[in-house]
Every structure is written in structure tokens, then in C-alpha cells.
């Protein structure tokens, strides 16, 4: 039933900056946690920050205070404000949704948005 729609994804020169949206359809978006993972050909999919229904957020490491994730409940939302974006951080972006009271791992799945930082 839960449907998550990426965008915002695109070319920018490094140093550059993006803002990826992500729109929850279908569900109770309050009881569910929101994250971005990214992906890159040959490498594991790996998280990049998520924010709990209340408003707290976590970060890796290698984001190093440069991504902001954030959720609006009336646009049932949730961002990731991507700046001083280096060649690195190249890779498709997904949002991803769980749910924190199943009893089972629930978790669904955008479908992707690419993020290219190249000069």
C-alpha cells in the first residue's frame, strides 16, 4: 500500500548543492521512520541519514555535517538538503520508509533518483 516517490536528483559541479524530495502515499506517515540510502554500481547500498517520526535525526560519518534530513508532516515529506557535494557523494539516492510499531521488519522503498556531481 505504501508508495514513496523520489526527486530532485541531477547534474551539479562540485560544491554545488541539491535538494531531494521524497512523498509518502498510503500509509499512517507518522508511525513510520524515513531515510535515504545511496547505491553506486558495484558497492552495497549504503544509509545516509534518517529522521524518526518525532522530528530526531541520525547521520553517517561521511556526510560530515553537509546533509540535512528533515520530514513535513502536512506535505507527508520527507528531504535530504544536500551541500558542498563532492564527486563522492555520486550515486542513486533512495528513500526508504519503516515502519517503528510492526512486530516484523517493514520497510518499502523508493524507486530512485540519480545524483551526479562532476565538473
Known amino acids: 500500500q505504501v508508495q514513496l516517490v523520489e526527486s530532485g536528483g541531477g547534474l551539479v559541479q562540485p560544491g554545488g548543492s541539491l535538494r531531494l524530495s521524497c512523498v509518502f502515499y498510503?500509509?499512517?506517515?507518522?508511525?513510520?521512520?524515513m531515510g535515504w540510502y545511496r547505491q553506486v554500481p558495484g558497492k552495497q547500498r549504503e544509509l545516509v541519514a534518517v529522521?524518526?517520526?518525532?522530528?530526531?535525526?541520525t547521520y553517517e560519518d561521511y556526510v560530515k555535517g553537509r546533509f540535512t534530513i528533515s520530514r513535513d508532516h502536512a506535505e507527508r515529506t520527507v528531504y535530504l538538503q544536500m551541500n558542498n557535494l563532492e564527486p563522492q557523494d555520486t550515486a542513486l539516492y533512495y528513500c526508504?520508509?519503516?515502519?517503528?510499531?510492526?512486530?516484523?521488519?517493514?520497510?518499502?522503498w523508493g524507486q530512485g533518483t540519480q545524483v551526479t556531481v562532476s565538473s
Open positions: 529522521v524518526s517520526p518525532g522530528g530526531g535525526a
Open positions: 498510503g500509509g499512517i506517515f507518522s508511525i513510520y521512520a
Open positions: 526508504n520508509a519503516r515502519n517503528v510499531r510492526a512486530p516484523y521488519e517493514s520497510d518499502y
